[in-house]
């Protein structure tokens, strides 16, 4: 497969980006998911603000996108971002987050916070 080449200076910043464990792990559930806030409350022992700050860290940086339904939001990975192709290899390298995803649809959080 032939993939674009991006600038060396964003490449760092991604690989920056993603270098913060909690990043990671909200982009490799990305990758098999999209999840509103109140979701990501249910994997990370942080505050909503400290979750949406990575998200806005993310989307920021063109690797997440957000889709607002009603008064909620829902991020998913940018696929037509530039820096694609070099999430998907780094996600390679590391556990999917299935057992995450199961606890998210365990508890359900969409239906107590009205998602």
Not at 43 to 58: A, C, D, G, N, T
Request: charged share 30%; with cysteine; proline share 3%.
């Amino acid at each position: 497969m032939l993939q674009a080449k991006v600038e060396l200076e964003k490449a760092a910043n991604v690989l920056k980006l993603l270098g913060d464990k909690t990043r990671l792990t909200i982009v490799a559930i990305l990758k098999q998911r999209e999840c509103c806030v109140c979701e990501f409350l249910e994997v990370f022992e942080m505050s909503q603000p400290s979750i949406s700050q990575h998200l806005r860290k993310l989307k920021d940086a063109g690797m997440v996108k957000e889709e607002r339904r009603g008064q909620w939001i829902f991020y998913s990975l940018n696929h037509q971002s530039d820096f694609y192709g070099l999430i998907e290899d780094i996600l390679e390298h590391i556990p999917d987050q299935t057992d995450k995803i199961k606890m998210i649809e365990k508890v359900n959080p969409t239906l107590q916070c009205g998602c």
